[in-house]
C-alpha cells in the first residue's frame, strides 16, 4: 500500500543540515588557558601529528613547497594529482628529501660518469655531494660541488671525488648527537651511512641536522622525515603503488565515494599499498558502514560534499552533504561501530576561518583539510596576481574546467561519462606565508578551546555545546556598525 501523502511527508521529514553559518559554540567553565591548549591528533590510524590542519589535494593548493611548509609546523598536506605520475612522485620525492635524520632514497653517481655529468645532476636535483657507488652499490667515495666546480668536465668523477681511505662515514647506528659531534670535528657536510660490508645506506647532511631543531612539532615518519599525503584515483593502482614508496598517506580523491565501483576498486588499491589510506568525501553514515564493509581497512575518511568556497556541485546537482552535518553524521556512524577517535575524520570543504575549525572538530572531527585559506599563501602552486594595488593568487575548482582541462584528475567528478563543471574559477587574497596562515588559525583555535575549556581535540568533543543562531542573528557575532579600514 502507497503511505499517505508519501512525497509530501519526505519534505516535512527531512533533516535539517545545518552548516557552519548556523552554529556557534557556548562558553563554558574553564580552566585551561588558550597556551595549554594541545592540538595533538590522529591524522589517520597511525599517524599523529600536532596540529591538525591539513591542505587540499587540488593543483592551486598543495605541492611539495605547501607539504614542506605544513609538516614542518605539525599538518600534512595531501599532493594533488592533477599532473602525470612522474610529477606527483618527484614531488613525493621532494618531500621527504627535504629533511631527514637519514636520506634513503640518496641520489648517487658512478666513478666512471664525468663532472659534467656531477654537475647536471647536482643541478637537477639542488644538492651539493654525491656518493660515488659501484654497480653493486658499495661506497668508493664522495664528489661534492667544490670538487667539480672548477674541474675540467671531462674529467672522470673517479679522479676528483674524495676516495674511501679518506672519506668519514658511518653506520646506522649512529645517533643524531653522534652525527653532529662528527661532522663538526671533520668540517664535513654529508655523512654516509654503509651496512656491515661497506653497501650505501643512506646518507646525512648537516643542513638536515639543522634544520631538525628549527621545527620542533614537525610531522615527521618513523625515519625523521617529513610526513606527506598524495591524492590517487581509486582506478589508478599503477601510480598508487608507485607514490606508495614514498608517501605515508595515500588519499582516495573522489567527490562521492560511495558508489560500488569506487568502494571495490578501493578495497584493491588498499590491499596493493603500505601506506595508510583515507578515503572520500563521505557525507552520510550509510557510506562509513559500506566503506567499512567493503573496503575493510580504511585509515582515515574524509568528510564533505558541495560546501568547498569553489564548489558547484550542491548547484549544478543539488546534492550535498555540508561539512558540518556530514561530520557530526560520520562521527555518529564511526560511534556506532566503535571507531570513533580511531578511525579519523578529516573536515573537508567551507572552512573560513579559525572559528569554523573549531565548529568542525567539535563536531567529531579530528582534523580539518583547507583549500580556499592556503591557496592564498606564497608556498601554493597558483599564480600571483597584482590588482588595483592588492595580491591575490588563483584558485579553482578540481571539477572546474581549468583544471579539468589538463584531465588528469578528471575522475574525480566522474568516470568521464559525466560533462558537468562542479568548480568555479578565481582569486584569493594573498595571505603572506603558511606560517603566517597557520599562526593566526591556530591561536583563533585554541583561544576557542580556552572558551569552551577543552584541553584537547578529544576533550573538545565532549564539552562542546552548540548553539543555533538564527540567520539575522550571525550578523550580531561579527563586527557591525562600525567603517571598518581593515579586516
Ligand atoms: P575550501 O572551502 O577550503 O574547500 O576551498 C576545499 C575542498 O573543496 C573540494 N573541492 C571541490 N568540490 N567542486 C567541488 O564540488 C570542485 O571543483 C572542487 N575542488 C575541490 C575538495 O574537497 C577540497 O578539499
Known amino acids: 500500500m502507497v503511505k499517505e501523502n508519501f512525497f509530501y511527508s519526505r519534505l516535512l521529514d527531512a533533516p535539517l543540515a545545518l552548516t557552519f553559518y548556523d552554529l556557534i559554540l557556548q562558553p563554558g567553565y574553564t580552566e585551561v588557558e588558550p597556551r595549554e591548549v594541545s592540538l595533538r591528533t590522529k591524522v589517520t590510524i597511525n ?3 600536532n596540529l591538525p590542519f591539513v591542505s587540499s589535494p587540488m593543483d592551486t593548493v598543495t605541492g611539495a613547497d605547501m607539504a614542506i611548509a605544513l609538516a614542518r609546523l605539525g599538518g600534512v598536506g595531501i599532493l594533488h594529482r592533477n599532473c602525470s605520475l612522474e610529477e606527483q612522485v618527484a614531488m613525493a620525492r621532494r618531500v621527504k628529501r627535504a629533511e631527514s635524520f637519514i636520506i634513503r632514497d640518496v641520489v648517487t653517481i658512478s666513478p666512471d660518469m664525468k663532472v659534467a655529468d656531477a654537475i647536471e645532476i647536482m643541478s637537477e636535483h639542488d644538492i651539493h655531494g654525491l656518493p660515488v657507488v659501484d654497480s653493486a652499490n658499495y661506497l668508493l667515495g664522495i664528489v661534492t660541488w667544490r670538487d667539480v666546480r672548477y674541474s675540467d668536465p671531462d674529467n672522470l668523477v673517479r679522479d676528483v671525488m674524495t676516495g674511501k681511505d679518506k672519506l668519514i662515514y658511518s653506520d646506522e647506528s649512529i645517533t643524531l648527537e653522534e652525527a653532529k659531534r662528527l661532522m663538526n670535528k671533520y668540517r664535513i657536510e654529508k655523512l654516509p651511512i654503509v651496512d656491515k660490508e661497506g653497501k650505501l645506506l643512506g646518507l646525512i647532511t648537516f643542513k638536515d641536522l639543522e634544520l631538525r631543531g628549527k621545527f620542533p612539532n614537525a610531522s615527521r615518519d618513523p625515519d625523521g622525515r617529513l610526513l606527506v599525503g598524495a591524492a590517487v584515483s581509486p582506478y589508478d593502482l599503477n601510480r598508487a603503488v608507485a607514490l606508495d614508496r614514498y608517501v605515508d598517506i595515500l588519499v582516495v580523491d573522489v567527490a562521492h565515494f560511495h558508489n560500488k565501483n569506487v568502494l571495490n576498486a578501493t578495497r584493491k588499491l588498499v590491499r596493493s599499498v603500505s601506506a595508510d589510506v583515507v578515503v572520500g568525501n563521505v ?9 567499512i564493509n567493503i573496503v575493510e581497512e580504511v585509515a582515515g575518511f574524509r568528510v564533505g560534499i558541495g560546501s568547498g568556497s569553489i564548489c558547484k556541485t550542491g548547484v549544478v546537482t543539488r546534492v550535498a552533504a555540508p561539512t558540518l552535518f556530514a561530520v557530526a553524521n560520520v562521527a555518529d556512524a564511526l560511534i556506532e561501530l566503535g571507531e570513533h577517535g580511531n578511525i579519523p575524520i ?3 570543504g567551507g572552512i573560513k576561518n ?6 568542525a572538530l567539535a563536531a567529531g572531527a579530528s582534523a580539518v583539510m583547507m583549500g580556499n585559506l592556503f591557496a592564498g599563501t606564497r608556498e601554493s602552486p597558483g599564480r600571483l596576481m597584482a590588482l588595483e594595488g592588492k595580491y591575490y593568487k588563483e584558485y579553482y575548482g578540481m571539477g572546474s574546467n581549468k583544471a579539468r582541462m589538463r584531465r588528469m584528475s578528471l575522475d574525480r567528478y566522474s568516470i568521464p561519462s559525466k560533462d558537468v563543471e562542479e568548480g568555479v574559477e578565481g582569486w584569493v ?8 596562515v597557520v599562526s593566526e588559525l591556530k591561536a583563533g583555535l585554541e583561544a576557542a578551546m580556552g572558551y569552551v575549556g577543552a584541553a584537547s581535540i578529544k576533550d573538545l568533543w565532549s564539552k562542546a555545546k552548540f548553539a543555533r543562531v538564527s540567520p539575522a542573528g550571525m550578523g550580531e557575532i561579527k563586527p557591525h556598525n562600525i567603517f571598518m579600514i581593515k579586516g
Open 47 to 49: 599517524f599523529e601529528i
Open 283 to 291: 557525507g552520510t553514515k550509510e557510506a562509513v558502514f559500506d566503506a
Open 346 to 348: 578529516i573536515a573537508d
Open 429 to 436: 587574497p594573498y595571505r603572506g606565508t603558511v606560517k603566517d
Open 354 to 359: 579559525s572559528g569554523d575549525i573549531a565548529l
